[in-house]
Nanobody, 111 residues
Framework: QAQLVESGGGLVQPGGSLQLSCTAP????????MGWERQAPGKQREFVAG???????RYIDSVKGRFTISRHNAENTVVLQMNNLKAEDTAKYYC?????WGQGTQVTVSA
């Protein structure tokens, strides 16, 4: 059952930027890692980026240097800044926080 709310997806041209936000309905899950996964049509779901409760980040190799994940505990929010987007970034992006998941937001990169 989805309990997180994502926003910020949409259609963008190659080389463009989007910012995805994920908000928890209540206080941030202290001590929980947060992050994003994505699933493209016909492909397996894959990890994209994660951030620990202490702020350590990790990324899938294909987005390193282009995507930045950050968490904002006061706003119960985790943000994924995506720059220099490529067609292969097209997917539905899902936010997670501990064991909670969002319903996903679509990102389409196309000319």
């Amino acid at each position: 059952q989805a309990q997180l709310v994502e926003s910020g997806g949409g259609l963008v041209q190659p080389g463009g930027s989007l910012q995805l936000s994920c908000t928890a309905p209540g206080p941030m899950l202290t001590g929980q890692g947060m992050g994003w996964e994505r699933q493209a049509p016909g492909k397996q779901r894959e990890f994209v980026a994660g951030i620990s409760s202490g702020g350590m980040t990790r990324y899938i190799d294909s987005v390193k240097g282009r995507f930045t994940i950050s968490r904002h505990n006061a706003e119960n929010t985790v943000v994924l800044q995506m720059n220099n987007l490529k067609a292969e970034d097209t997917a539905k992006y899902y936010c997670y926080a501990g064991a909670l998941w969002g319903q996903g937001t679509q990102v389409t990169v196309s000319a």
